[in-house]
């Protein structure tokens, strides 16, 4: 995990001295918990053993990696494609393919060279937004009031809050490119 | 569908009326200008028909009296004074049609469908053109996903479904009637909506040729 972030780091700070922006706002880490660990060993039939874990189960090692711009999404993206040392196994984009709740962000499940899996999620700071509450409302115990209206006007923030990306976008190109015309 | 009907001759009231409710509107009759704008305070129309020559207030004063109260209702005037003049009049107070006295009942019962249309039509159709949908009720914009549009963008978006070839200067007028916009800001909500379509999986596409800006399907040459 620790050279995943290194990759990442590295990336960022590539993105940095060219456009004079981080790409990355922020890049969390985090591993299961044993127990957590233990129990889906023992439902897939494996050993409980470190090694089992990171090489058979997917999700063992997470990393969110979250932007302020919706094309860093992608740059990042390419660039871990692009990456040597690690192969990709699957990548589901619900940027592109929006899940029927509104939910966006990019999903990839790398395997580095040492045969340990890490799932990585890219996304925007309103993605990220969005999903925090979604997940809140998801797993709080049973919302008392009209879940439909809340199911509803979430589509409909996770809509806006898209619509607000894309706007953002055209304005940083228009701005980058204006700066590349006159210099 | 409620409608408004203001006419100071008894019979010629009753016959109309009765032809419209046969038609299915909700009518609601009055004789004199003063009841037309007393009916208006108490309920919403979505079609309002008026006499101009009536006692207490006229229908020229009556309509005015909406406009100014930003009742965008469409209006209908009868009129027994044909004059160009005073059909000018009419139309500049705010009035959406007007039909001169003798009329056959035809006559209006089309012209009144015909303001009905126009209007629905602008409030509450949604366009399509491709796989894209453009909804009138929530400024969202569709095709394999969906996203929100603000006011301008929607008065942009509809723009460019509803007609063929346009320029700037066109669609600064158009959109931006009575703000201080440029050339800059149509082109940079243009960009804004290229970029949506995209996102949404659209298979139209806003084009920019020669300084004719119109809408591409992807299934034209």
């Known amino acids: 995990m620790q050279r995943f972030m290194e990759r990442i780091d590295a990336c960022r700070h590539q993105m940095k001295e060219r456009l004079g922006m981080d790409p990355v706002e922020h890049c969390l880490c985090r591993i299961k918990s044993e127990e957590s660990m233990r129990e889906k060993c023992r439902r897939k039939g494996l050993p409980e053993t470190c090694d089992s874990a990171l090489k058979e189960i997917h999700d063992a090692i997470g990393i969110r990696v979250v932007c302020a711009f919706l094309d860093d999404v992608y740059t990042i993206r390419d660039n871990l494609a692009q990456w040597q040392d690690a192969k990709i196994v699957t990548e589901k984009d619900y940027i592109k393919n929006v899940k029927p709740n509104g939910y966006r962000s990019y999903h990839m499940i790398l395997q580095a060279d040492n045969g340990y899996y890490v799932e990585i999620q890219l996304r925007t700071i309103s993605m990220d937004t969005w999903a925090a509450l979604e997940h809140h409302l998801k797993y709080k115990k049973q919302y008392k009031g009209n879940q439909e209206l809340i199911v509803s006007e979430l589509k409909r923030c996770a809509d806006e809050l898209a619509s607000t990306d894309l706007s953002m976008q055209t304005l940083r190109d228009l701005i980058f490119e204006e700066n590349e015309a006159g210099s | ?221």
């Open chain 2, 1 to 221: 569908m409620k409608l408004l009907f203001a006419e100071d001759t008894q019979d010629l009231n009753h016959a109309v009326t009765t032809v419209l409710e046969y038609q299915g509107y909700d009518v609601t009759s009055v004789f004199d200008g003063q009841e037309a704008l007393d009916a208006l305070k108490k309920e919403s129309y979505d079609v309002v028909v008026l006499d101009i020559m009536m006692p207490q207030v006229d229908g020229i004063t009556v309509l005015k009296t909406m406009r100014e109260h930003a009742i965008l209702t469409p209006v209908l005037l009868l009129t027994a004074k044909s004059e160009v003049d005073d059909r000018v009049a009419g139309l500049d107070a705010g009035a959406d049609d007007y039909l001169a006295k003798p009329f056959s009942m035809k006559e209006l019962a089309a012209r009144i469908r015909s303001m009905v249309r126009r209007s629905q039509y602008e409030s509450e159709t949604d366009l399509q053109k491709g796989n894209v949908t453009l909804h009138a009720n929530d400024y969202s914009l569709s095709a394999a996903n969906s996203v929100r549009l603000s006011h301008k963008e929607f008065e942009l978006m509809r723009t460019l479904m509803m007609h063929e070839f346009m320029n700037t200067q066109y669609l600064l007028e158009q959109v931006w009637p009575d703000e201080p916009a440029q050339e800059d800001t149509v082109k940079l909500y243009l960009s804004y909506l290229k970029r949506k379509l995209a996102s949404i999986g659209a298979d139209i596409e806003i084009a920019a040729e020669g300084g004719r800006i119109f809408i591409r399907e992807e299934s034209d040459g």
